[in-house]
């Protein structure tokens, strides 16, 4: 192993900073998003110094173990166990900057800000800074370890001597120690296996008892005091949902429907509309819209009429008896509109194998006067 | 002696005398039976490696379809099935038979109770697994999880089980140990609860020699299934193992078992709050909300009586850790019961309504089960092994070094399998939930298998490495059983029951008095597990505002009826749900959340518990037929990189019509009702529907028989969740 490969850890960690960067590009500059985003950098440098050091104490302590065979199982059981470590906890940090990443994205327009940033961004950042400054502490006392054993202080005695008293562990379960064994052993020997009578652990005990508690609290409170069952949750998640949407639409105007949807016909949005049509209607109307378990959209003929209208509100709530579904709740009126200005630009082209025409002639000049001006 | 041999080096010899002062009499001379030991042991090991390779190729489905070949027998919807039957009856459930014929006849020092009865249980379990395998992969399935075998198995099995409760409470009864040790209190609460699981989850009524439906429908087959599916991991898969943890660890350890108190309130209270947490599998489904938070408290408080079984085996190695570092048998038992302490946690963190919301459907709940399944079971099933087959065969094990090796695999493999469904099920939990600010669903679900793959990969690499360590293991193991002889009769001493005087020093706990009194175990035992379940169903399938009817929900037509008995056959459960849950994001996406009353008639429910493919519970009318059609035959046709497999043989089948007056007869003795000689009329019915069916697919180019399997199945999907109108948002 070369010391150059501690650059991987903190290559690891890149994308952090790349999230960084990503959540910076749609406000101008903001102090605490820039101090908070520099700590980390700098926790995360501190981070890949104090695990270098690491490294290089856990070779340092190897080397000193090889000439000491006696002890060697034990160190590289230890060197493995800190590598390990490093090697599960980096990727595991990637992920969930990645993750971290998607979500402020998809989190910015919820209008809750601290300190001039997306809540969820402030406790995103606070969470990874304060997770970091874990793992600082958790370096720097691995290193404490490292150095003592390097030096030949026995741990136990030297580091937080009252914390690591042997009968720590016995007095938190209020255990006999090892030594007074013999005083709880009970008479028995089932194939040579004895029993102790220890003491049922204090914490398991009360925490037994807490879980009881927390159970009866509960149930109380949801069976007979009132608290939501599922269905008044649902309802409540739809009534919120609801009152964001027409705070949304109050701000950004009318909502596209059937009575105000426009004929588009600018190209880039034809362009969209055409992959979203690959997407999500090819497989029933075929790739050129000649159909193949649904109708054929290019011809002059439709079963639901043929102006942008009826297109529009035949994606929209589809016709269920026919297995049209709707679309509604997958794709924004915006995506329909456009979905239906390609569909009208298909008329008249060509298939490779178009399906026989369905439902009635539909000729433009019928079409109500509304839709006529729709398409200036 | 081997075990002997042990014994001397035990902690100083501590009140043993008085033992020896209340001898009277001459010592018995008896032999143990070694034989059987090592014939479930070879069991286990082999049905290990087959149950993991099922495991192995259903995982590859996932992420390369074509690998079901085609076939109906090797799709995924079978061979899941036979994975999880293999791991569980056949993998665990030979290694519980292995440790209890090894440690029960040590604990109660005397040979088993009967030769006969051991080598009918081991060959009677053996074809069990065999036809289960056979007639799983055939397709005859009751659909209901881990119980999913036909009735003539069912009752083979009850036999089979009865023969085992019989030798083992035989071989308790003539014991030469006036008290019951932990680990065989253990053992008799698993034989009497897995007895009634098995019983009453598997009414079924027979309509055929292979074929029948469960006597229970809708809400309460749920019920009763996941009472069953929940009590089989807390009765096959735990019980019966930390009986199996409380005889080896401390024998492989040779400490002494850290708490006596600890034992007797653990195992009482683990099996009686077990029975409850059932309905915690049904979280936010069509289940009246009282059972739903009955099983949330429930599993809340099973944490603490879990831990005491974790607490009660890492304690037990206190003053022995320096051996844990260099003994490979105590390491894979070390593993096993931390990621018993993790996965007995983390089951009831699940169960926490605002955890499920999310966990439920997905792969979290794969990745919960398999720490379990692999740390758990596999890890101490391996550390038994180790321990057992070099003592029986009197030589030390073959390589130290491979069973490391082993050890590391299996670990990695481990973190490799659940890690990745860790995250696949969270991601795709998050991806389902999310809305565009417009209010649109932000992910389509085919989007969502689609970032799935990856991940069903590495869980492929997880599942094989572990595979790798389990082959490294039987090699290993095998170079030793060579090295050795086996010690089929082994000889031992003791004094009979008569002859041993009761001394008691100071005072006798009082849970000895019932350690004394098998028949009153096993008794109490079956009470104590009987009241959940009975507080639990009574109401259910008494009260009739738990179900409400809902008067336009109608019995299916008779071709829907066989329709839905492919669906059932193909195993489509074990990839799609039926069970709309209240959630804005899954009633935008699949339609109104299901009704208890909607599910009156379906015997058995088809609720599922996970979602690799999308819903189904609304999918009627949502595409037209030739859509399924297409999607049956070919799903990347109609589905651009689903990850389901073709189905072309229900195009060449036909519909056995011969049958379908007996199975509505069978649906008629449940309660379902159709009219009074109606089963004489359902082929005539069957042909008319399947002939509409037949010509609306012939409008679109698609030419079919009408008899073919294809249209039952279309009639049957185009059924689902239509029965309730839903106002639309017009």
Redesign the interface.
Known sequence: MKPSKIILPIFLLLPLSVFAASGATDTHFNATFFAMVSMIVVLIAANGLLANVLLQLAFALREKKMKNPAKQ??SN?AIKSILLFLI?LLPALN?FAQ?AAADST?AA?VSQMIGGIAKSDFYLLTGIAGFLFLVMLVLILLIRMMTRELRGVPFSTSLFPGLFKKNLIDSL?N?VS?EK??TI?????????????????PW?KW??IF??I???L??GY??FGGGP???D??NA??AK?EAE?AK?LSKSGA?IDENNVQLITDPTELANAKALFAN?CA??HGADGGG???PNLTDAYWLHGGSVKDVFKSIK?GW????M??W???????QIQDLTGFIESLKGSKPASPKAPQGDLYKAEAAPAADSTAKS | MH?ND??KD???P???E??LSSSVGPLDTFYYDNKIVVWFAYATAFWGIAGMLFGLWAALQLTFPSLSFNLAETTFGRIRPVHTNAVIFAFVGNGIFMGVYY?LQ??C?TRMYSDLLSKIHFWGWQSIIVLGAITLMLGYTSSKEYAELEWPIDVLITIVWVIFGWNMMGTIIKRR?R?L??AIWFYIATWVTVAMLHIVNSMELPYTWLNSYSAYAGVQDALVQWWYGHNAVAFFLTTPYLGLMY?FL??AANR????????I?HFW?LIFLYIWAGPHHLL?NALP??A???G???S??L???S??GM?NGL?TL??AWDRV??DPVLKFMVVAITAYGMATFEGPMLSL?SVNAISHFTDWTVAHVHVGALGWNGFLTFGILYWLIPRIFETKLYSKKLANVHFWIGTLGI?FYTVPMY?AGF?QASMLK?????????Y?FLETVQQMKPFYFMRSVGGFLFLIGALIMCYNLLKTIKAGKAVEEEKAQALSLANQNV?V?GKDHWHRWIERRPMQMLFWSLIVVIIGGAVEFIPTFMVKSNVPTISSVKPYTPLELAGRDIYVREGCYTCHSQQV????DE???YGE?SKAGESVYDHPFQWGSKRTGPDLARVG???????HF?HMFDPT????GSVMPPYPWLFRRDVDATVMPAKIRAMQKLGVPYPAGYDQKAVDDMSKQAEKIAKNLAG?KLEVKPSREIVALIAYLQRLGTDIKVS???
Not at chain 2, 437 to 442: A, V
Not at chain 2, 621 to 627: A, E, F, I, L, R
Not at chain 2, 637 to 640: A, V, Y
């Open positions: 199982n034990e059981t599960f992920s993750e998809a327009p379960n255990s090892l064994e013999d052993v009970l008479d028995h020997d089932y194939d040579g296996i004895r029993e102790l009578d220890n003491d049922l652990p398991w925490g037994f879980t009881i927390v159970s009866v509960y149930m949801y069976q069952n599922q269905v949750e649902y998640s739809v949902a949407q949304l909502k999500t497989a029933c193949t378990v649904g709530y269920k008896d026919k297995g579904p709707s509604d709740k997958n794709l924004s009126a915006k | 075990h042990e014994s035990k902690l100083t501590l009140t043993t008085a033992k440690s040590r604990l020092k140990e008290h040790y932990v005889y401390p024998k002494p078992v850290y708490s006596y108190r600890l034992s309130i209270a936010y909300d009282w739903q938070n009955l949330t408290v429930f809340i408080m944490i603490a009586p831990w005491g607490l304690l206190r003053g570092r260099e309504k973190v995250i991601m999310q809305f565009t600010p417009e209010g649109q669903l932000k389509q001394v020093h849950r209240p959630f804005r009633v935008a996406r959340y009318g949502k595409y037209p037929d030739s859509w297409n046709s109609m589905s651009n679109d639309e948002n017009k």
